[in-house]
C-alpha cells in the first residue's frame, strides 16, 4: 500500500526488478513467484532514481541526501555517499559499459569514480560565465562519451567527457523554458556516440533534436494531449509515452523520421564577417532551427540549387547509378567483394539492404499483412514440416503477403522453396524479409512466369545457350542421357541454390548476384554446371543427374563465382542474358508496384478451379457430415436393438441358472445325508484309534526312557574317553615339554662352550701372533730380549693349560647334565606305562559294567516281549470282532508277523557284544612299545559298536509299534 517512485530492470536475473517505495526502502520482486525477494532499507527520504550496472549485479539508489551501492547478490550495501544538506543530491548513475559512476550534485558539480576502487577518477570544471544554469536532468551517449545536462532554462550543456570540457551550449526554442526530461535515441550503425536527442519540456512537448547540426527533427506531444514522462526502446524503434490524460501513447521512430530519410537538398550557407569581438560563452552557443521552416533565402536557395543541379547534369551517369542509400557507392562495394570474395558478416544486411534499395513500405505492407493468412499457405505446415514454430509462422505470413500482392504467387508451387533462405535470414524483420523477396522476384526471376505453370523456358534457353558455347562436350553428354535444362538448370533456379550449398556459400553467392546485373545470377547456374563437369560426365543414369543437382557436392564456390564473372565476360552479346534481362529496378516507394507479367487467364483458370474444388470440398464435407449423423441414428438404433435382445437373453439364462441351482440343492442334500453316514462310521473308527493311541503313548514312554538310559552311557562313556584323552594329551605335553627344555640347555651349554673355545682359540691365535710380532722384532733389534721371549712363552704355555682345565670341567657338567636327563626320561616312561595300565584297567572296568546292563536290558525285554504278545492277541480278538466292517484283520496279523521278527533280531544283541569283548581280550597281549596305537584303534572300534547297538535297540522300538492303518504289502523299515 505504498506509492512507487522509481523502478528498475536488466538485473543479473532477468525475472527480477527493483521498486523504490514512498516509505523510502527498496524492494526487489521476482515476476515468476510473484514474492519479494528482498527488502533494503537505509534511505531517510524518497529515492528518486535507481541506477543499474550493466552486468546487472549493483544498482545504484540516490535520494536527496545520500546515494547507496548495492550488491545485487547479496542485496548487501558496499558504500553510501553522503552529503551535507546545503549541496544535495540530484543524480548518481553509472555511465554506460564502462565501470564509472557519475555523481551530479545541486551545485552543478560533478564527479566521476572508479567502481572498481570508489577513487576519485576527475571533476567537471564549473561552466563559463553566462551560461550557468541548476543542473537537473542528465543524458548520456551509449558509447559513454558524451554528457547532456539541462535544468530550468532552454539551455542544454553538452560535455565531452574524454576532454573534461564543455563542447557546446545548445539554445532550445523560445517556447522552452525548462527541460524536465532527456534521454538519447539510440542507433544501430552509429557504434554508441547517439546524436539524436529527446528534449521534454515544461509545455509537455517532446522535441528530438541532432546535437550536431542542432537541427529539430521532429516532435511528439501537443498542447491539448501533453506527455507526462516518456521512455525509448533500446533499439531506438519506438517510444513509449504516458500522456497526462492517464493514456499511454506508442510511437514508431521510423515513421516519425520518414521526411527526415530523404536524401538532403543542396545546401547554400552565406560567410558573413563576424562581430570583433564575442564572449567565450556566446562561442559555444548554437540555436537549434526546424529543417521544416523555410528562411528568407528561398529564392537564391532555389536558384543556387538549380545552378547545382545542371552541373550535376553534366557529371557521368555512371557515378549516379552507383550512389546508393545510406552513404554507400556501388562501384567501392564491387571492388571490396572482388578484394574479399564476401561482405563482412556484420554489415552484410546493411549492404544488402543498400543494394536492393529496399524502400520500407511499412504501410503496404501492413495493409497485405492484414489480410490474414492466404488460403492457399493455411496448411502450408503439412507439406513443409518446419521444427520451428516461429519460423513456420514468419514464413507462412510472408507467402500470405506476397499471394495477395500477386495472384500468382498464390499458384506457384516452388514459392516457398524460393523464399524460405531469405525467411530464415530476416525472420526478425518481416518487412524487410517481405521486400528482398518482393526485389529478388522481380529482377532476378525476371520472364519465370510467362509460360505458367511450366518452368521459364525462355529462361532456361538462355542457359542452354550459354552452356552450349562454353562447354559443348558437357551439353552433348546431357543431351544424350534425355536429360535437359527442367533437370539440370531449373532445380538450382526454384531453390535459388539453397539445396546445393552451404549457409556459408549461399551468402557468399548471393553477395556477388546483388552486387550485379540480373543476369549474373544465370550464369551461376551455367557455371556451378561448368565446374562439376567432371562428376557429371561420369553419371550415365537420369537418376544419378536428378541427385546431384538436388543435393551438395564437393564443389569450390569461389570457383564457381570465379567461373561465373568469365562467362560473363567471355559470352557473345548475341547470347547473353544481359540483352534479354532488364536492368535491375528497386521498388516503388509509398505503393509496391504492379505484378501481372505473367498469363491472366491461367491463373484466373486455376483460381476459378481452385475455388470450385474447394466449395466442391465443402459440399462433399457437407454431405459426408450429413452421412455420418445418419449412420450414427442407425448404429444408436442397432445398438437399442441388441440391448433388447440381450435383456430377453440375459432372462432366459437367469431362470435356467435358477433350476439349475435347485438341482444342485437336492444333489447336495443326498451328499449330506451320505456324508452324515460316512462320519457315524468314521467316529466309531476314531473310538478304536484312540484306544490304539493310549497303548502306542505307553509304548512310547518306555522307548523313550530306555532311549534316556543309552544317552547316560553313552555321555558316560564319552565323558570318560574324553578325560582319557585329556590326561593322556597333558602328560604328552608335559614330557614334550621337559624334553624341549633338555634340549634348550643342552644346546644353551654347547653354545657356551663353542664361544668360550672360540674366545680361548682366538685369544691364542692374538697371542701368538703379538709373541711372533715380538719374536721378529727381538730378532731385528737386540739378542739380549730373548730370554724376556722365553718367559712370555711359558706364561702362554701356562694359560693353555688352564684353559684345557676349564674345558674339561665344563664338559664334565655337561655329561653330568646328560645322565640326568635320562633317568627324568626313564621316569617319564614309567609314569606313562603306569598311566596306561591305570587307564587299561578303567576301560575293562566299564566294560564289565557294560555287559552288566545290557543283561539287564534283554531282561525287562523279554518281559518286554510277552507283555506285547499279551496285548497282540487282545488286539486280533478285537480285529475279528472288526473283520465285517473294514478288513483289518489282515493288517494286524502281518504286524503281529514284524514284531515277531524284531523280537528274534533282539536276541542277537549279546552276541555281538560277546564279540566285542573277545576282541577286548585279545588286544592285551599285545607288546608295550605298540600299546598306544592299539588302544586308540581299540577304543575307536568300542565306540563304532556302541553307537551299532543304539541304533539297533532304536529301530527294534520303533518296529513294536508300527502307525495304525499300515497296508499289508508295505515293506518294515
Given at each position: 500500500?505504498q506509492?512507487?517512485?522509481?523502478?528498475?530492470?536488466?538485473?543479473?536475473r532477468?525475472?527480477?526488478?527493483?521498486?523504490?517505495l514512498?516509505?523510502?526502502?527498496?524492494?526487489?520482486?521476482?515476476?515468476?513467484?510473484?514474492?519479494?525477494?528482498?527488502?533494503?532499507?537505509?534511505h531517510?527520504?524518497?529515492?528518486?532514481?535507481?541506477?543499474?550496472?550493466?552486468?546487472?549485479?549493483?544498482?545504484?539508489?540516490?535520494?536527496t541526501?545520500?546515494?547507496?551501492?548495492?550488491?545485487?547478490?547479496?542485496?548487501?550495501?558496499?558504500?553510501?555517499?553522503?552529503?551535507?544538506?546545503?549541496?544535495?543530491?540530484?543524480k548518481?548513475?553509472?555511465?554506460?559499459?564502462?565501470?564509472?559512476?557519475?555523481?551530479?550534485?545541486?551545485?552543478?558539480?560533478?564527479?566521476?569514480?572508479?567502481?572498481?576502487?570508489?577513487?576519485?577518477?576527475?571533476?567537471?570544471?564549473?561552466?563559463?560565465?553566462?551560461?550557468?544554469?541548476?543542473?537537473?536532468?542528465?543524458?548520456?551517449?551509449?558509447?559513454?562519451?558524451?554528457?547532456?545536462?539541462?535544468?530550468?532554462?532552454?539551455?542544454?550543456?553538452?560535455?565531452?567527457?574524454?576532454?573534461?570540457?564543455?563542447?557546446?551550449?545548445?539554445?532550445?526554442?523560445?517556447?522552452?523554458?525548462?527541460?524536465?526530461?532527456?534521454?538519447?535515441?539510440?542507433?544501430?550503425?552509429?557504434?554508441?556516440?547517439?546524436?539524436?536527442?529527446?528534449?521534454?519540456?515544461?509545455?509537455?512537448?517532446?522535441?528530438?533534436?541532432?546535437?550536431?547540426?542542432?537541427?529539430?527533427?521532429?516532435?511528439?506531444?501537443?498542447?491539448?494531449?501533453?506527455?507526462?514522462?516518456?521512455?525509448?526502446?533500446?533499439?531506438?524503434?519506438?517510444?513509449?509515452?504516458?500522456?497526462?490524460?492517464?493514456?499511454?501513447?506508442?510511437?514508431?521512430?521510423?515513421?516519425?523520421?520518414?521526411?527526415e530519410?530523404?536524401?538532403?537538398?543542396?545546401?547554400?550557407?552565406?560567410?558573413?564577417?563576424?562581430?570583433?569581438?564575442?564572449?567565450e560563452?556566446?562561442?559555444?552557443?548554437?540555436?537549434?532551427?526546424?529543417?521544416?521552416?523555410?528562411?528568407?533565402?528561398?529564392?537564391?536557395?532555389?536558384?543556387?540549387?538549380?545552378?547545382?543541379?545542371?552541373?550535376?547534369?553534366?557529371?557521368?551517369?555512371?557515378?549516379k547509378e552507383?550512389?546508393?542509400?545510406?552513404?554507400?557507392?556501388?562501384?567501392?562495394?564491387?571492388?571490396?567483394?572482388?578484394?574479399?570474395?564476401?561482405?563482412?558478416?556484420?554489415?552484410?544486411?546493411?549492404?544488402?539492404?543498400?543494394?536492393?534499395?529496399?524502400?520500407?513500405?511499412?504501410?503496404?505492407?501492413?495493409?497485405?499483412?492484414?489480410?490474414?493468412?492466404?488460403?492457399?499457405?493455411?496448411?502450408?505446415?503439412?507439406?513443409?514440416p518446419i521444427?520451428?514454430?516461429?519460423?513456420?509462422?514468419?514464413?507462412?505470413?510472408?507467402?500470405?503477403?506476397?499471394?495477395?500482392?500477386?495472384?500468382?504467387?498464390?499458384?506457384?508451387?516452388?514459392?516457398?522453396?524460393?523464399?524460405?533462405?531469405?525467411?530464415?535470414?530476416?525472420q526478425?524483420n518481416?518487412?524487410?524479409?517481405?521486400?528482398?523477396?518482393?526485389?529478388?522476384?522481380?529482377?532476378?526471376?525476371?520472364?519465370?512466369?510467362?509460360?505458367?505453370p511450366?518452368?521459364?523456358?525462355?529462361?532456361?534457353?538462355m542457359?542452354?545457350?550459354?552452356?552450349?558455347?562454353?562447354?559443348?562436350?558437357?551439353?552433348?553428354?546431357?543431351?544424350?542421357?534425355?536429360?535437359?535444362?527442367?533437370?539440370y538448370?531449373?532445380?538450382?533456379?526454384?531453390?535459388?541454390?539453397?539445396?546445393?550449398?552451404?549457409?556459408?556459400?549461399?551468402?557468399?553467392?548471393?553477395?556477388?548476384?546483388?552486387?550485379?546485373?540480373?543476369?549474373?545470377?544465370?550464369?551461376?547456374?551455367?557455371?556451378?554446371?561448368i565446374?562439376?563437369?567432371?562428376?557429371?560426365?561420369?553419371?550415365?543414369?537420369?537418376?544419378?543427374?536428378?541427385?546431384?543437382?538436388?543435393?551438395?557436392?564437393?564443389?569450390?564456390?569461389?570457383?564457381?563465382?570465379?567461373?561465373?564473372?568469365?562467362?560473363?565476360?567471355?559470352?557473345?552479346?548475341?547470347?547473353h542474358?544481359?540483352?534479354?534481362?532488364?536492368?535491375?529496378?528497386?521498388l516503388?516507394?509509398?505503393?509496391y508496384?504492379?505484378?501481372?507479367?505473367?498469363?491472366?487467364?491461367?491463373?484466373?483458370?486455376?483460381?476459378?478451379?481452385?475455388?470450385?474444388?474447394?466449395?466442391?470440398?465443402?459440399?462433399?464435407?457437407?454431405?459426408?457430415?450429413?452421412?455420418?449423423?445418419?449412420?450414427?441414428?442407425?448404429?444408436?438404433?442397432?445398438a437399442?436393438?441388441?440391448?433388447?435382445?440381450?435383456?430377453?437373453?440375459?432372462?432366459?439364462?437367469?431362470?435356467?441358472?435358477?433350476r439349475?441351482?435347485?438341482?444342485?440343492?437336492?444333489?447336495?442334500?443326498?451328499?449330506?445325508?451320505?456324508?452324515?453316514a460316512?462320519?457315524?462310521?468314521?467316529?466309531?473308527?476314531?473310538?478304536?484309534?484312540?484306544?490304539d493311541?493310549?497303548?502306542?503313548?505307553?509304548?512310547?514312554?518306555?522307548?523313550?526312557?530306555?532311549?534316556?538310559?543309552?544317552?547316560?552311557?553313552?555321555?558316560?562313556?564319552?565323558?570318560?574317553?574324553?578325560?582319557?584323552?585329556?590326561?593322556?594329551?597333558?602328560?604328552?605335553?608335559?614330557?614334550?615339554?621337559?624334553?624341549?627344555?633338555?634340549?634348550?640347555?643342552?644346546?644353551?651349554?654347547?653354545?657356551?662352550?663353542?664361544?668360550?673355545?672360540?674366545?680361548?682359540?682366538?685369544?691364542?691365535?692374538?697371542?701368538?701372533?703379538?709373541?711372533?710380532?715380538?719374536?721378529?722384532?727381538?730378532?731385528?733389534?737386540k739378542?739380549?730380549?730373548?730370554?724376556?721371549?722365553?718367559?712370555?712363552?711359558?706364561?702362554?704355555?701356562?694359560?693353555?693349560?688352564?684353559?684345557?682345565?676349564?674345558?674339561?670341567?665344563?664338559?664334565?657338567?655337561?655329561?653330568?647334565?646328560?645322565?640326568?636327563?635320562?633317568?627324568?626320561?626313564?621316569?617319564?616312561?614309567?609314569?606313562?606305562?603306569?598311566?596306561?595300565?591305570?587307564?587299561?584297567?578303567?576301560?575293562?572296568?566299564?566294560?564289565?559294567?557294560?555287559?552288566?546292563?545290557?543283561?539287564?536290558?534283554?531282561a525287562?525285554?523279554?518281559?518286554?516281549?510277552?507283555?506285547?504278545?499279551g496285548?497282540?492277541?487282545e488286539?486280533?480278538?478285537?480285529?475279528?470282532?472288526?473283520q465285517?466292517?473294514?478288513?483289518?484283520?489282515?493288517?494286524?496279523?502281518?504286524?503281529?508277523?514284524?514284531?515277531?521278527?524284531?523280537?528274534?533280531?533282539?536276541?542277537?544283541?549279546?552276541?555281538?557284544?560277546?564279540?566285542?569283548?573277545?576282541?577286548?581280550?585279545?588286544?592285551?597281549?599285545?607288546?608295550?612299545?605298540?600299546?598306544?596305537?592299539?588302544?586308540?584303534?581299540?577304543?575307536?572300534?568300542?565306540?563304532?559298536?556302541?553307537?551299532?547297538?543304539?541304533?539297533?535297540?532304536?529301530?527294534?522300538?520303533?518296529?513294536?509299534?508300527?502307525?495304525?492303518?499300515?497296508?499289508?504289502?508295505?515293506?518294515?523299515?
Amino acid at each position: 500500500m505504498q506509492a512507487c517512485t522509481a523502478l528498475a530492470f536488466n538485473l543479473r536475473r532477468k525475472t527480477e526488478f527493483l521498486v523504490a517505495l514512498a516509505d523510502y526502502s527498496v524492494k526487489c520482486f521476482d515476476t515468476e513467484t510473484q514474492e519479494l525477494v528482498s527488502w533494503m532499507r537505509g534511505h531517510e527520504s524518497s529515492v528518486s532514481s535507481i541506477s543499474v550496472h550493466g552486468s546487472g549485479k549493483y544498482a545504484i539508489t540516490t535520494s536527496t541526501d545520500t546515494a547507496q551501492l548495492w550488491d545485487l547478490d547479496t542485496f548487501q550495501r558496499i558504500r553510501k555517499l553522503n552529503v551535507r544538506q546545503s549541496v544535495g543530491i540530484q543524480k548518481v548513475f553509472f555511465l554506460p559499459l564502462s565501470n564509472t559512476i557519475l555523481s551530479c550534485f545541486k551545485d552543478n558539480s560533478v564527479f566521476a569514480w572508479e567502481f572498481d576502487t570508489l577513487h576519485c577518477k576527475y571533476q567537471l570544471p564549473a561552466p563559463v560565465e553566462g551560461s550557468v544554469l541548476f543542473y537537473k536532468v542528465f543524458a548520456v551517449t551509449r558509447d559513454s562519451r558524451t554528457l547532456v545536462a539541462g535544468g530550468k532554462s532552454n539551455h542544454l550543456h553538452l560535455w565531452c567527457l574524454e576532454l573534461k570540457r564543455l563542447i557546446r551550449i545548445i539554445q532550445m526554442p523560445e517556447k522552452v523554458r525548462a527541460v524536465r526530461h532527456l534521454e538519447f535515441l539510440p542507433d544501430s550503425f552509429d557504434g554508441g556516440s547517439n546524436q539524436v536527442l529527446g528534449v521534454l519540456s515544461q509545455d509537455n512537448i517532446m522535441r528530438f533534436i541532432n546535437v550536431e547540426t542542432c537541427k529539430l527533427l521532429f516532435d511528439i506531444g501537443s498542447p491539448e494531449e501533453g506527455i507526462s514522462t516518456a521512455v525509448i526502446s533500446p533499439n531506438g524503434r519506438y517510444i513509449a509515452s504516458v500522456m497526462e490524460n492517464g493514456s499511454l501513447n506508442l510511437y514508431s521512430v521510423q515513421a516519425l523520421t520518414q521526411e527526415e530519410n530523404k536524401p538532403p537538398p543542396f545546401m547554400f550557407k552565406l560567410v558573413e564577417d563576424g562581430p570583433t569581438y564575442t564572449s567565450e560563452a556566446s562561442k559555444l552557443i548554437t540555436k537549434v532551427t526546424s529543417e521544416r521552416s523555410k528562411g528568407p533565402w528561398k529564392s537564391k536557395q532555389s536558384k543556387v540549387q538549380s545552378r547545382l543541379l545542371k552541373l550535376q547534369a553534366n557529371t557521368s551517369l555512371e557515378n549516379k547509378e552507383n550512389e546508393l542509400p545510406g552513404g554507400l557507392n556501388k562501384k567501392r562495394l564491387q571492388a571490396l567483394l572482388k578484394g574479399f570474395g564476401e561482405y563482412p558478416a556484420k554489415y552484410r544486411m546493411f549492404v544488402w539492404r543498400s543494394l536492393l534499395q529496399l524502400p520500407e513500405n511499412h504501410l503496404a505492407f501492413n495493409s497485405l499483412i492484414d489480410r490474414g493468412i492466404h488460403s492457399a499457405f493455411v496448411n502450408i505446415q503439412k507439406q513443409y514440416p518446419i521444427k520451428s514454430r516461429k519460423l513456420l509462422r514468419v514464413l507462412q505470413r510472408t507467402l500470405s503477403a506476397l499471394a495477395h500482392w500477386s495472384a500468382i504467387f498464390a499458384e506457384t508451387p516452388y514459392l516457398p522453396l524460393l523464399a524460405f533462405p531469405f525467411v530464415k535470414l530476416f525472420q526478425n524483420n518481416q518487412l524487410i524479409c517481405f521486400e528482398v523477396v518482393a526485389t529478388v522476384v522481380v529482377n532476378f526471376c525476371q520472364h519465370w512466369f510467362e509460360y505458367f505453370p511450366n518452368p521459364p523456358l525462355n529462361i532456361l534457353g538462355m542457359i542452354e545457350n550459354v552452356l552450349a558455347h562454353h562447354d559443348k562436350e558437357l551439353l552433348q553428354h546431357l543431351i544424350k542421357y534425355n536429360v535437359t535444362s527442367q533437370v539440370y538448370a531449373w532445380p538450382l533456379l526454384e531453390t535459388l541454390l539453397s539445396e546445393v550449398l552451404t549457409r556459408e556459400e549461399w551468402l557468399k553467392v548471393f553477395d556477388n548476384i546483388f552486387s550485379n546485373h540480373p543476369s549474373y545470377f544465370l550464369m551461376i547456374v551455367v557455371a556451378y554446371s561448368i565446374c562439376s563437369r567432371a562428376p557429371l560426365l561420369h553419371c550415365n543414369q537420369a537418376a544419378d543427374f536428378e541427385y546431384f543437382f538436388h543435393h551438395r557436392n564437393n564443389v569450390d564456390i569461389n570457383v564457381v563465382i570465379k567461373e561465373a564473372y568469365h562467362l560473363m565476360e567471355a559470352t557473345p552479346l548475341d547470347i547473353h542474358p544481359l540483352r534479354m534481362l532488364d536492368d535491375f529496378t528497386p521498388l516503388t516507394k509509398g505503393q509496391y508496384p504492379v505484378f501481372n507479367k505473367y498469363p491472366t487467364f491461367i491463373v484466373d483458370y486455376q483460381a476459378q478451379e481452385w475455388q470450385k474444388i474447394r466449395q466442391d470440398e465443402i459440399e462433399y464435407l457437407r454431405e459426408r457430415q450429413l452421412a455420418h449423423e445418419s449412420e450414427a441414428k442407425a448404429q444408436q438404433q442397432k445398438a437399442e436393438d441388441e440391448a433388447w435382445y440381450r435383456k430377453q437373453k440375459l432372462l432366459q439364462e437367469a431362470e435356467e441358472q435358477r433350476r439349475k441351482i435347485l438341482l444342485e440343492e437336492e444333489e447336495k442334500l443326498a451328499e449330506q445325508r451320505q456324508r452324515l453316514a460316512a462320519e457315524k462310521r468314521e467316529l466309531k473308527v476314531k473310538e478304536l484309534q484312540l484306544l490304539d493311541a493310549s497303548r502306542r503313548r505307553f509304548q512310547n514312554y518306555q522307548q523313550d526312557q530306555l532311549q534316556m538310559k543309552l544317552k547316560h552311557l553313552d555321555d558316560e562313556i564319552a565323558r570318560k574317553a574324553s578325560m582319557r584323552e585329556q590326561e593322556r594329551a597333558a602328560a604328552v605335553q608335559d614330557i614334550e615339554l621337559q624334553w624341549m627344555e633338555l634340549e634348550s640347555q643342552k644346546q644353551l651349554f654347547e653354545q657356551h662352550l663353542i664361544k668360550d673355545q672360540e674366545a680361548v682359540t682366538k685369544e691364542m691365535k692374538e697371542d701368538m701372533e703379538a709373541h711372533q710380532r715380538k719374536v721378529a722384532e727381538e730378532n731385528l733389534a737386540k739378542a739380549e730380549q730373548k730370554h724376556f721371549g722365553t718367559n712370555q712363552r711359558l706364561q702362554a704355555q701356562r694359560r693353555l693349560r688352564r684353559d684345557d682345565q676349564d674345558r674339561e670341567k665344563r664338559y664334565r657338567e655337561i655329561v653330568k647334565l646328560l645322565q640326568d636327563n635320562r633317568v627324568k626320561e626313564a621316569e617319564l616312561l614309567k609314569a606313562m606305562r603306569e598311566t596306561e595300565e591305570k587307564k587299561w584297567e578303567d576301560v575293562v572296568h566299564n566294560k564289565a559294567q557294560l555287559e552288566e546292563e545290557q543283561k539287564v536290558a534283554a531282561a525287562a525285554d523279554g518281559h518286554r516281549k510277552q507283555f506285547l504278545d499279551g496285548k497282540m492277541n487282545e488286539a486280533l480278538e478285537l480285529a475279528e470282532k472288526l473283520q465285517r466292517e473294514d478288513g483289518c484283520f489282515e493288517k494286524l496279523h502281518d504286524l503281529n508277523a514284524r514284531c515277531t521278527e524284531r523280537g528274534v533280531e533282539v536276541q542277537q544283541v549279546p552276541k555281538s557284544e560277546s564279540i566285542c569283548l573277545s576282541g577286548l581280550s585279545t588286544s592285551a597281549s599285545s607288546p608295550h612299545n605298540r600299546r598306544r596305537a592299539e588302544l586308540a584303534r581299540q577304543e575307536r572300534e568300542l565306540m563304532a559298536q556302541v553307537r551299532q547297538l543304539r541304533q539297533r535297540l532304536i529301530s527294534q522300538a520303533k518296529s513294536r509299534h508300527p502307525p495304525a492303518r499300515v497296508p499289508a504289502t508295505t515293506s518294515p523299515p
